[in-house]
């Protein structure tokens, strides 16, 4: 199990599974948000925030939601534009305590151009 929070408190995640790896991607957005993502279906995933203590951001084909708290400004996750039960979503693995993700392999996406893991 992993917890995370944006760094004043107001967005909580927890994820109950240990992910294999985490996924560093250098999108526009990401490389500039600094995400270290955990990948999971939305099933395994507690979110704790109030709807309006967050701003969702839709980028490029606006296929993706990514959420990032209003206080604060952390990216804390993301969603599918058009959140469903079963899908999948990715949690900003920075926002947990870095003994958390301590020792978790770190796998490199191009998302900027060949939308493929560099390794």
């Not at 993502?37 to 993706?64: E, F, I, M, N, P």
């Not at 959140?83 to 978790?104: F, K, Q």
Request: aromatic share 10%; net charge neutral; glycine share 8%.
């Amino acid at each position: 199990m992993m917890d995370g929070q944006c760094h004043c408190g107001a967005v909580r995640w927890t994820l109950s599974i240990e992910p294999d790896w985490l996924t560093r991607c250098n999108c526009s957005y990401c490389r500039r948000a600094q995400a270290l993502w955990a990948h999971a279906d939305r099933a395994r995933v507690t979110l704790d925030y109030r709807a309006d203590s967050v701003v969702r951001y839709l980028q490029g084909d606006k296929t993706l939601a990514f959420i990032s708290c209003k206080r604060c400004g952390c990216t804390t996750h993301w969603e599918g534009a058009d959140p469903v039960a079963g899908g999948r979503m990715a949690l900003n693995a920075h926002m947990a305590e870095p003994s958390a993700i301590e020792g978790l392999r770190i796998r490199h996406f191009d998302g900027a151009d060949s939308w493929e893991f560099l390794d």
